[in-house]
Each structure stands twice: as C-alpha cells, then as structure tokens.
C-alpha cells in the first residue's frame, strides 16, 4: 500500500507541473546555447533554483544573479518594473520562476516570481579569472593587477565603459550608474576589480561583448585616485628612429611609451623580437630575451610597449616592460619599393625585385640562419637575412627573378654604425617570382642570332637602355649599356637575358653556343 501511495503522489505532482507549464531545471541546463549563442530554451518557462548575488542594478525592477555555487554558472535575474517582492540578498537560496530568454549574448530569466528557499549566508571564495568570456558570463570573479588602458574613457557620473589590462589582455570594465562608483574620480594605478561578469554583443554569434560589472567602491581595490605621473614618456616612432653620429639612438636608456601595428613574425619564439610600425612606415624592433608577456606576436594587432630604448649592433631596439593590445585586425602597410638598404630601411616595411644573386650557394636551406646577398635591377646588391625561425629557412634555393619584401634590419658591430643592413622577410608569400614587368604581346622583340656564339643582338619598338645575362641559377655573368651583347667569354648552355627597355624589364631565355 505505501508504494502504491507514493507512485500515485508522484503521477499527481508530475501532472501538477505539466499543467502549470513550469518545469525545473539547473542553471547548467538553462544555460545551455547554441553555436550562435542564443539559449535552446529560448522562451521557455522554468524555475531555477540557486544563490543571489548582487546588487540590484536596476533601480525600480531587478536586475541580479543567481548563481550555482557547485557548478560555477549562473544567469541574470531580469524584471522590467516592480521587484516582485524581493530585495537581493547576497548568496541567499531562492527560487525563480520566470520565461528565458537571451539578451545581446546575455543569458536570462525574465522572473514571474521571486521566493526565498533559506536566508544561505554562505560565503564562497570569489574565482580570479585574467580573461572575459562565457565562463565569466553571470558570475562573480576578480582580476588581479590591472590599470586602465585609456583613463580619458572615464566619466565622472552615469553609467559606462572603460578598458582595463593587466599588461597582456584588454578586458572592459561596465560602471553602472546605480552603485557608489559612479561619481567617483578614476582610479590611478595598479589595482585589482572583482565583479559581476556581463555580456552585451547585437550581432549573432554572440561571443564578444563581455564585460566585468564592479558591485561597489569595495570592488576595486586599492581605490587610488591621487595622480601618478608615469616615469614612461608618450614619444612618437620618429623620435626614437633619430641617431646620433655613431648611429647610437638619441632617446638611448630613456623609459619611452609607443604605439605602432604589427608588421612580420616574431623571430625569437622563446622571447620576443618582432617590430611595431606607425602609418608612416616608421618604426622599432621590440626585443626581449625569455619573457612573451603573455603575447602571441600577431601582425595587424596595434599595441602599446612601455620599455627601455637601446641598441644592439647598430639596430635601435625597445626592451618592453609593459605591452598591450589596443585594437586587433588593423590594415597592414603596402611595402616601399627600395633600390637600397640604409638607415631609413631600418624597422621599415620594404620590397624590392632580384634579378640575381651574387653567389647561389650562400642559400643554406638547411634551417639555419643565413645570410645571401641578391642583386636589383641596377646591380646594387641587397642582404636578405633568412632567419631560422621563420618559412624560408629549410627551402630549397629559390633562384632568378623574385619580389622580395620583409622587415628592414641592421648587423652592424663596430661605430659608426652604418653598415650592415638587412631585409628580413617572415613569411612565405614575401618571396615570389615576377614575369616580365609589361606585355610582351603588345609589342614586337626580336632576339637574334638565338642561337650564338658570339654577339647577341636585340630589336624592339621601345628604346633599349640595356642587356644583362644571367646564368639560370640567377648570377648576373653580363652586362651591356645598348641592344647587343657580346657572349664570347662564357660557356655554352642556356641562359636568361634582362632585356631593358622605356616600358620597363622582359626576359627571354637565349642559348650559347
């Protein structure tokens, strides 16, 4: 009898919950999205269970957390007008009847009902996160050692948002007008924010947008307000680019604070070296020996560097004490086209076109760094470091006629410090080979005698400015200053002529005899 008295109670309750509409649920399962972030349960009326943490942040209705303290999530109590009863209570067990819902990425329980289950008290430790995203989403957590990013962002009433870092990550501060932050000057200094994780992202998927909602003055802490003046001065790129006559960097030792965007690859992976650059194709190698500062070298991110200027071996260098990222994605430079290496090439983004190489067999190709000398268009020779952390490293040679663009660098071991010069290409599409700089069919070439052995002799509707011949490994063997060329003094075999013409280079494959 008794079992059959329970399982008939059981039928009524489940009966008793399906009429009503209302089915319980975790705030795990309430939670749960889908791959654009909106809940699956979207509109579905359920009742959650779970801890209150505030404050209210809406004067005149509800706006709260319910928190499952052992799985570590929550959701935001929502009420438009009226707080049906309730005064928030922190970590007071209650119970929430309401429709969810998604709001701008944020998830929510829009509250029918608000009853308290036991006053609670408990007090848990707060989780310190260094990152806002879902997980941080309707819970409370605590950063450590951060600043503001701009304190101009600030305002001194109302509600708003301003950056924060910790050096390597940018995270969004949200101060409501309704707590005792608003009003107050900005904080100065170092500190550590603990608050309410927020998500406001209109545009589907939802997966930006988070923010840290400090609950009071109490939140953040030290609440410094006393001015600091920074011992790092804001300078500009071409500051720090000038020189004095050994080539040493007049801003030499002096704490500095710089933005540029991120141009090539980062050739140190167990530190960092890589270069930053503004929009004039100015810019600085930032170098530090172990430490990454929690950064992933990314081109097109724009970063602040506070550091100290130095140099090494004639290369201006910022040793960074603090870097951050301001925006991400940024256009990158177009490449300036340069006939030489000097000090306006060095930390500037460049390319040029090789015609040859002075000696094919300076490229090692066997994952080291090496360093081979290539060979423009007028003949005037071009050091390119390929650095073996980067593509080219273990690649086979990769012969006549190529682009190549990268970062200009600087080896220099002895003042002045005007020599050695480099260009740095990073990736794999910095090097790639070009075909005649015009249309050869819109226009008559006649090479001839082709074969020969002896004066090779050139026809075109364009003025020649010149002959070169290169051998097919890309050394340049021959030059001349008209139409022909004499081929007496090299060996039979095929070979490549650089024909320069007003309209610019063509090249056409000859054979010696």
Do not use: C
Not at 6 to 13: D, H, N, P, S
Not at 269 to 298: A, C, D, K, M, R
Not at 453 to 467: A, Q, Y
């Amino acid at each position: 009898m008794n079992r059959i008295y329970i399982l008939v109670t059981a039928i009524i309750l489940l009966g008793l919950t399906a009429l009503s509409g209302q089915i319980n649920m975790s705030i795990k399962d309430a939670r749960e999205a889908d791959p654009d972030g909106i809940l699956i349960n979207e509109g579905l009326e359920v009742t959650l269970d779970g801890k209150a943490i505030g404050p209210n942040f809406r004067a005149g209705g509800q706006n709260f957390i319910l928190v499952d303290i052992g799985d570590a999530i929550g959701i935001t109590v929502f009420v438009l007008e009226g707080d049906l009863g309730y005064e928030v209570q922190d970590y007071q067990n209650i119970r929430v009847t309401g429709f969810l819902k998604t709001f701008n990425g944020l998830a929510e329980i829009e509250a029918t009902s608000i009853d308290i289950l036991n006053p609670g008290g408990f007090n848990p430790s707060i989780p310190i996160t260094t990152v806002l995203d879902e997980s941080t989403e309707s819970y409370l957590v605590s950063i450590k050692n951060v600043s503001l990013l701009d304190p101009s962002q600030w305002q001194t009433s109302g509600s708003f948002n301003v950056d924060i870092t910790n050096g390597s990550e940018i995270m969004q501060m949200r101060i409501d007008s309704d707590t005792d932050i608003s009003g107050m000057l900005a904080p100065t200094g170092t500190f550590s924010v603990t608050g309410i994780g927020g998500q406001f992202d209109n545009v589907v998927p939802y997966d930006e947008g988070y923010q840290l909602f400090p609950r009071s003055v109490a939140d953040i802490d030290p609440y410094n307000t006393t001015v600091v003046s920074s011992p790092y001065r804001v300078v500009g790129m071409g500051d720090i680019r000038e020189n004095d006559a050994d080539g040493v960097p007049l801003l030499d030792g002096e704490l500095v604070e710089v933005a540029g965007i991120v141009h090539g690859t980062n050739f140190r992976p167990s530190g960092l070296q890589f270069y930053i650059l503004n929009e004039f194709n100015q810019g600085v190698s930032v170098f530090e020996t172990e430490n990454p500062f929690g950064y992933e070298v990314t081109p097109g991110d724009l970063l602040g560097v506070q550091g100290t200027i130095g140099h090494f071996n004639g290369l201006t260098q910022l040793a960074p004490d603090s870097i951050w990222i301001i925006s991400s994605s940024n256009q990158l430079l177009a490449p300036r086209e340069i006939t030489t290496l000097d000090e306006s090439t060095e930390a500037s983004y460049v390319t040029f076109s090789s015609f040859g190489t002075v000696d094919p067999a300076e490229w090692l190709g066997d994952g080291s760094s090496f360093n081979i000398d290539f060979l423009d268009v007028t003949g005037n020779v071009i050091t390119v470091r390929i650095d073996s952390d980067t593509y080219y490293s273990d690649q086979a040679y990769v012969g006549f006629g190529n682009v190549i663009q990268g970062i200009g660098g600087q080896f220099d071991n002895s003042a002045p410090h005007d020599e050695g010069y480099q260009l740095l290409p990073s990736f794999n599409e910095d090097i790639y080979p070009f075909l005649s700089t015009y249309d050869l069919s819109t226009e008559e070439i006649e090479v001839y005698p082709n074969p020969t052995s002896e004066i090779l002799t050139v026809s075109s509707e364009s003025i020649i400015n010149g002959l070169s011949v290169y051998d097919l490994s890309g050394r340049l063997l021959l030059q001349s200053g008209d139409n022909s060329i004499d081929l007496t003094n090299i060996i039979a075999g095929p070979y490549l002529l650089d024909i320069e013409t007003a309209k610019g280079h063509l090249f056409k494959r000859i054979i010696k005899q």
